[in-house]
């Protein structure tokens, strides 16, 4: 028999928990459908931008998410492959938030998700673990009118796709569009016992031929390490062995090596990071939220900010669309619209920066600058860390003061 509810939202992640908390919370019946069962890993970089503090605030779970274990990150700073390197603080952004002074977090999603996954079940979502979705259910016309999944068929005017970046339900709906230069391999690793002091800045560390580690300090002594590179080197990684190939890969990045030696590895991931846009984020009876939306390369770390903000935008759409009785494309537009306005042009400057970092003379031009002029990385880093506009960084009076620095 099946069940019918308001929304469904496939995928328990960041995105797809935190609309159906909105949802739940305002009085409506969710069903909240994820594949794997908590507490679960996600490959990540674990970097949270300083105005996740707020979303996860405005969703209730910020103080249990700094008592479950974080660590405050207050700056960043950039390796270049030349060997130089510059950086910054999050909080002398122009942004007057106490959020910005703050400055980022480090929380192991295997933390976060679970958090957020409990909290929307506490807000009222009916929140199934262990269910995977295997497709759409369609009206007559085409329109989304619920899911099939191993345990059954449910049915709502609305399905919500927030199962990430192989998302089925955008791939259903036939409006992925893959980005060829974005198709990745990142293997993500955990270290224990390394002597970071408590103010250590996240690092992002570019090496020869294009790869890039991040290295997040986490709580208690931990780092995540995470490498991402070309897909090309998907035949070595898979001739040598994840393991072997990072231990061989490692020394390309000799900050981050030395940082790491004598300490213990306790954990490695490999994933391939598959960035991509859609061609639009909403269907009659459907809306795409997070990854399912758009991936882009994880070197800026935002997509958890992009997750949780982009599931403010779909409630903002959805419960007045789920009030006048009415889910078609048209009445989801609004939500487009808003990703178009707000978010688009952040991932239009994140792909900017993942360019120029793969361009070395730039690189090795552009450093020694922002090495001079710590304001004018943290004009970046106001943008990159999602509290600034991205038009801050296209003013004239900012690229003459690079040209000139
Ligand atoms: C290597 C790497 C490093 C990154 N580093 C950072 C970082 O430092 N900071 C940052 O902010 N972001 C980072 N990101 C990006 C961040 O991880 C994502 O943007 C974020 O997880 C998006 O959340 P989401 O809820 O959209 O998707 P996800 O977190 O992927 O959640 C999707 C969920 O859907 C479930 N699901 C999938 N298919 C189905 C199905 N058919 N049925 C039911 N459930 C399903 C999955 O099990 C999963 O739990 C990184 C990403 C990668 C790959």
Redo the contacts with the bound molecule.
Sequence with gaps: METTFDAIV?????????TATHLARAGRSVLL????TFP?N????????PP?RGLLEELGVYERVLRAGARDVPAARIHCADGGSFAGGFAASSARSAWARAGGLSVP?VVL?HLLFENARRSGADAREG????GLIRERSGAVCGVE?DRGAFRAPVVIG????????ARELGVVRPIPRLQKI?L?AHYADVPLAENHP?EMHIAREGAVC?L?PGPGGTA?V?I?VAESEAPRIAGAGPAAYYDALLPAFPVAAEWLRGSRRTGLAT?G?FGHSTARPVADGALL?????T?ID?FT???????LR?AQMAAETLLPALRRGDTSERALAPYARARRRELTPKYAVCGLVQRVVHREPLMAWLAPRFARRPDLTERLLGVTGDMDSPYRLMSPAYLLSLLTA
């Design positions: 496939v995928g328990g992640g960041p995105a797809g928990a935190a459908l994820e594949r794997a679960r996600k490959p990540c970089g674990e970097f949270l931008s996740v999603r998700d269910v995977g979705v295997r999944t927030a199962d990430g970046g192989r998302s089925r339900v990142a993500v996240v991040g997040g995540n995470t991402v994933c990071t939220a997070g990854d399912a939306a991936f994880p770390g935002e997509g958890v900010y992009f997750a982009g």
